[in-house]
């Protein structure tokens, strides 16, 4: 069955992709899409044996290499940490699949699309389920490769084209590093398999290691130079710079590949080498930093963008970037549950996006929108729907709201506990989460508003032949936002909640939410979080002990809830003795009031006052040029990167090339030849006298060399 | 010297005197056949080739795996001295075929031809029999001067006359200096058989005398392997002689002469193998240099397989150099594998013929593997296994050449011949890339049955031998393994 579920999609991209020719575009539209949905309900059920059933193994296929101590194999890891990812993976890419047969219908190279969509299935596939370091770069450079091709799948665009290499380079700096640590991570532990390098890791702590000259702390290196990979293919702050431009590719594939897999890997990543991350105290800081600055700076420049993909593609930036700092402060339960929510509601944003494109005949610039709710309702609805996810909104005090409410008030309320508890940088990261969620709802409603509100601005002729998505490309919409409306509710407990100490297994720890709230074998209705979250708060905070400190935590469950009271500030300041792991409850309700703000704000600026935008951008302040163009960013990297490596290409070219490599090497050693070839030519003068000559003179010469080292 | 002796030492030079006695018959056949000179000439040559067959059977039947020698030690005949015989035998019968129809379409069809060549290759037979340095000079003179003639052999063509007389000219300089070795030798050993010198050589092995003698004589035998450098004459010669006369003397009397070299420097002088090495490690370099450079510059195809012969001789050296039983070996499996490619390559300069006569320019190469494809893929196969590309079997020649040398530690050596190797690919590469490349410039009129037969087979050989080089090395093991170490 797990066979299936990986080959199958490259069995799809081997026949859509070689014999499309003879098969036809239809042919293998069907057999990509086909082993996809069967890829993706094997999936489900593999899910249920897997987490739920706890079944958890690795299926070893074939040895890969074994070279010395290296050895590497092929396998099917199945843990609940790869369980998730096939579910996410197979199913978005089972409807981005069957979207596609809607929106790539005028493409004349459908089956070369479905193939590379496959393709990418399939890499991912393996990445996730990798059981070795190796096998997972496989997959990670094969994701590479299928973002690459389908990035630049219109080939004939050369905007297209440049972001194709784009991506592919910026990815190359990241794989660079991922590379490098996994090279590193063979150098300390003798062994790339994931569960032998786990094991080891706790006794690799005092290890130091010479790179660049300098020492380091082994695992703080690797788990750095692991995040530098993470970093590329998550686009993140530095790194971030190939995802806008990465909208070049078609819409679904930016669902697919751009917002709800493949560059969540680098998240993937680093919640499965957690026990190296965990070890690395100072590189866990850094990722923090880095993911709290990417959650910020995103949510900034998206909210200048016109483009209707690029404000997505910002969104999807940022939420990675939460992603991170939660990853950052050792909250992989909660980065993998917002991975999971996000790759619903970010790939209904997407495809919505697609649709509003397709509706309205391949427009993307949001300026030339507007008003077009009334011939896109389906589009519409399901966009609000994902949007309402996107930015978390839900209701703290009962508990019940979008996917992205339990998800992302996750991150934001364990950032805040960690930050109280002195985790580096946990307060700061707690505060980004709140300015950039405000953000999140401003850039999103805006999105919304300048979409399908207001007045029409662009060409008439394009809105009269405005349609809303065929049926082919509205079901997996919906089915996308059944998921943003109840991916959260359902899986809250099982991610991050009372469920998740068992749901996890050995793949993550549960997260110190569900450890100190649950973690003593509390006897709580694990469900009681969707019926009254703070009625769950007071009942937990009576049993559970244990508050804050999470390295004191983890040992002591015994310490009276008086004393957690005492060590918990914020608890205290919440008052009444709310002692359990529950910040309080402004906390609580703080993503929700900068969400509303961001509302309003939207509703201000692109409803009440459409024109004031305008005024703005018109004046073009420092600011708003700062923010619409990204921070400058593509231009200090073109000035730096570009300018400079053509600089250092030039010198290497026409110096040390031409003159030093060329000049010494071929063209000098050809033109010593020819010379030489000329001198012995002309030798051969074919005068009789020479030729006798020579030969004497030969037999001098022999002669005299012998006698001469004889000595005589 | 009593009958029986008599008889049994002739018995042992059979496949000489059914040569020796053979020629004598078809220059009376030439004679009194008739009057029709074409058809008199086709009948001669065939029964030469009948001739030159029956020689090689005989030298294979002959092969008994002993070392017997014959008339008084000046004589000998074993393994080595057979497998050189058959492939001598071979390679002018390969010679043959290439050039009855050449020889008819230029008018050159006299009966003198075949009979000079059955000439030639009874010297030649003599040359790697012999254990005297008469029976040398004897085989040696009587091949040189039926080449003499062969050279020359268009007699009504200036650049034909010019070549065989600047052949004739610097051939009497070379035999002259050999006979001055052979005298001092002579001199110095107190005896002209090869037992006499070894012993000598041993009991003095810096006898200065011999050194003198023996570096005169390798300069005679050096003229005749075209080794730099007594090469002035090749490229002239290649050039100006008619090309089956070139194809000749590129293959068998090679093989002779580096057979002889080969015995005579690891059986008479084995002693002074540390003289003689230098001797030939210069021999080597400068051939592999001048060979490689020299053919650089060559427009004519002709010339430019002369500068090949030089440099490959000089591979060949590199292997003698070693003085080692493997060194043997691998001048006897290069020369081989040599002989099979140059045999081949000049059948395709045999084919390059087109309604206004016979072309001999690199260029007109041009586009080959469009106009005739088969001889296209024939002369990549060739050049290539000349050149000692893997993996072709001329690979496997230079493989053990480069080989024996490391294994004697002249590990420099190998690497010089690399070197050179590399340069002499390029101009190999440079005929393949107009023969694949280049716009075609005419067509080639079809090849006569005989000469394409040839080329095909041999270009065929270079790719379906390499299975059995394993075959051809133990035979060749099995052919050295009296003689050198």
Redesign the interface.
Same mark, same amino acid.
């Given at each position: 069955m797990a066979y299936l579920i990986v080959f199958g999609p490259l069995l799809a991209a081997i026949v859509a992709g070689l014999l499309q020719k003879q098969i036809g575009d239809r042919a293998a539209q069907i057999i990509t899409t086909g082993l996809l949905i069967l890829s993706a309900i094997l999936s489900i059920v593999t899910f249920f044996d897997v987490a739920v059933g706890g079944n958890v193994r690795t299926l070893e296929i074939a040895r890969w290499m074994a070279v010395g101590d290296f050895e590497v194999s092929w396998a099917i890891k199945l843990d609940t940490l790869s369980a998730v990812m096939l579910v996410v993976v197979t199913s978005v890419s089972s409807l981005v699949h069957v979207y596609s047969w809607g929106y790539m219908s005028h493409d004349p190279h459908r089956a070369r699309f479905f193939a590379y969509l496959s393709l990418f299935t399939f890499a991912m596939l393996a990445l996730v389920t990798a059981d070795n370091f190796i096998q997972m770069f496989f997959g990670w450079e094969g994701v590479g490769l299928a973002s690459y091709l389908l990035i630049g799948f219109w080939y004939k665009k050369e905007s297209a084209n440049a972001a194709a290499i784009k991506a592919f380079v910026t990815n190359r700096v990241g794989d660079f590093g991922l590379a490098l640590g996994i090279m590193a991570i063979f150098f300390v532990f003798g062994s790339v398999q994931f569960d032998e390098v786990f094991a080891q890791a706790a006794g690799e702590t005092g290890r130091q290691l010479r790179f660049l000259g300098l020492q380091f702390g082994a695992l703080e290196l690797i788990a750095f130079l692991l995040f530098i990979g993470a970093m590329g293919k998550s686009a993140q702050f530095f790194l971030h710079v190939w995802l806008p431009d990465a909208m070049e590719g078609p819409t679904p594939v930016s669902a697919l590949i751009h917002a709800a897999t493949m560059v969540t890997a680098g998240v993937f990543l680093v919640c499965r080498a957690h026990p190296i991350f965990e070890l690395a105290p100072a590189t866990s800081a850094f990722v923090t930093v880095i993911g709290a600055t990417t959650a910020l700076f995103a949510a900034t420049v998206g909210l200048a963008q016109n483009d209707i993909k690029r404000v997505i593609a910002y969104s999807t930036c940022s939420q990675l970037g939460y992603m991170f700092f939660a990853a950052g402060l050792g909250l992989y339960s909660a980065a993998m549950f917002h991975l999971f929510t996000h790759a619903f509601f970010k790939a209904l944003l997407f495809l919505c996006a697609g649709s509003v494109i397709h509706g309205l005949h391949e427009e993307q610039d949001m300026r030339k929108m507007g008003g077009t709710y009334q011939v896109l309702p389906w589009t519409w609805i399901l966009m609000i729907i994902g949007t309402l996810a996107l930015t978390g909104v839900g209701l703290p005090i009962l508990g019940i709201g979008f996917a992205g409410f339990y998800s992302k008030d996750m991150i934001i309320e364990e950032a805040f506990m960690m930050g109280a508890a002195g985790v580096p940088f946990g307060t700061m990261a707690f505060w980004v989460g709140i300015i950039a969620a405000g953000l999140t709802s401003f850039y999103s409603w805006r999105l919304i508003f300048m979409t399908f509100h207001g007045k029409y601005r662009g060409d008439p002729e394009v809105l009269k032949h405005a349609h809303d998505s065929p049926p082919v490309m509205l079901v997996p919409l919906v089915l996308l936002a059944i998921g943003a409306l109840f991916a959260g509710a359902a899986f809250k407990s099982d991610f991050v909640g009372k469920g998740a100490l068992t749901f996890w297994g050995d793949s993550l720890p549960a997260g110190p939410y569900a450890e100190y709230n649950y973690g003593a074998g509390d006897a709580g209705d694990p469900l009681v979080s969707n019926a009254a979250g703070e009625a769950e708060h007071v009942d937990d905070a009576a049993v559970e002990a244990v508050a804050g400190d999470s390295g004191e935590a983890a040992t002591t469950g015994s310490a009276t809830a008086g004393e957690a009271a005492a060590e918990h500030g914020e608890a205290q300041e919440h008052g009444d003795g709310h002692g359990g792991h529950h910040p309080p409850t402004w906390v609580l309700f703080m993503p929700l009031i900068v969400t509303i703000l961001g509302f309003l704000g939207a509703v201000w600026f692109y409803l009440m006052r459409p024109e004031l935008p305008g005024r703005i951008a018109a004046r073009g302040g420092p600011i708003h040029a700062f923010l619409s163009n990204k921070w400058y960013f593509d231009e200090i990297y073109h000035f730096v990167f570009v300018r400079g490596a053509r600089g250092l290409g030039d010198l290497f070219w026409k110096i040390g090339d031409v003159r030093i490599i060329d000049g010494l090497g071929p063209n000098g050693v050809a033109g010593t030849v020819m010379a030489g070839a000329r001198r012995i030519a002309r030798m051969q003068t074919g005068y009789l006298y020479h030729y006798a000559f020579i030969m004497l003179i030969g037999v001098l010469g022999l002669t005299l060399w012998l006698v001469l080292r004889a000595g005589v | 010297m009593t009958v029986q002796t008599l008889l049994a030492d002739l018995s042992l030079m059979t496949p000489e005197l059914i040569l020796a006695i053979g020629a004598m018959v078809l220059l009376m056949v030439g004679v009194f056949a008739g009057k029709d000179e074409l058809k008199v000439a086709r009948l001669v040559s065939w029964l030469a080739i009948g001739l030159l067959a029956a020689a090689a059977i005989a030298s294979m039947l002959l092969s008994t795996g002993v070392s017997t020698t014959a008339f008084e030690g000046a004589f000998i005949h074993d393994t080595f001295s057979l497998y050189a015989k058959s492939a001598i035998y071979l390679a002018a019968i390969v010679a043959m075929i290439l050039a009855i129809n050449y020889l008819e379409t230029e008018k050159l069809a006299r009966f003198e031809y075949p009979v000079l060549i059955v000439l030639a290759v009874t010297g030649m037979s003599l040359m790697v029999s012999s254990n005297d340095l008469m029976t040398l000079y004897l085989g040696l003179e009587m091949q040189s001067l039926a080449l003499y003639i062969l050279a020359a052999f268009n007699r009504d063509s200036q650049r034909a006359s010019e070549a065989g007389?600047?052949y004739f000219? %610097?051939g009497a300089?070379?035999s002259g /200096?050999l006979l001055y070795g052979a005298s001092l030798v002579y001199g110095f050993a107190g005896g002209t058989s090869f037992a006499a010198i070894a012993a000598a050589a041993e009991s003095d092995p810096?006898s200065?005398g011999l %050194?003198?003698g023996l570096?005169?004589l /390798?300069?005679g035998l050096a003229?005749k392997v075209s080794a730099?450098?007594?090469h002035?004459?090749t490229?002239?010669v290649y050039e100006g002689a008619p090309t089956p006369v070139a194809a000749f003397f590129a293959t068998a009397p090679k093989l002779a002469a580096m057979v002889l070299i080969a015995r005579v420097l690891t059986e008479p002088f084995a002693a002074m193998a540390d003289?003689w090495q230098?001797?030939v490690i210069?021999l080597a370099i400068l051939s592999m240099g001048?060979g490689a450079?020299?053919?650089?510059?060559?427009s004519n195809i002709k010339r430019l397989m002369a500068y090949s012969s030089i440099a490959n001789m000089g591979y060949v050296l590199v292997g003698l150099a070693s003085g080692t039983q493997i060194g043997v070996w691998a001048v006897l499996l290069y020369m081989t594998l040599y002989i099979v490619g140059v045999a081949g390559t000049f059948g395709v300069i045999l084919s390059m013929r087109r309604s206004e006569g016979m072309v001999e320019r690199v260029e007109d190469l041009s586009g080959l593997a469009q106009t005739n494809p088969g001889l296209g893929l024939a002369i990549t196969g060739l050049l290539l296994s000349i050149g000692g590309m893997p993996f072709l079997v001329g690979f496997f020649g230079k493989l053990f050449v480069f080989y024996a040398a490391v294994e004697a530690g002249l590990i420099w050596l190998a690497v010089v011949g690399a070197l050179f190797s590399i340069?002499s690919i390029?101009y190999y590469l440079a005929i393949l890339k107009r023969v694949w490349f280049d716009e075609p410039r005419g067509e080639f009129l079809p090849a006569p049955a005989g000469v394409a037969a040839v080329t095909r087979i041999a270009g065929l050989s270079t790719v379906v031998l390499l299975p059995f080089v394993a075959l051809l090395f133990a035979q060749v093991i099995r052919a050295g393994g009296g003689i050198g170490g």
């Open positions: - | 007389l600047k000219v %610097l300089l070379s /200096l810096d200065l %050194l003198f570096v005169f /390798l300069s003229f730099a450098p007594f002035m004459w490229p002239d003289q230098q001797i210069v001048i450079f020299g053919a650089l510059m060559q340069v390029s």
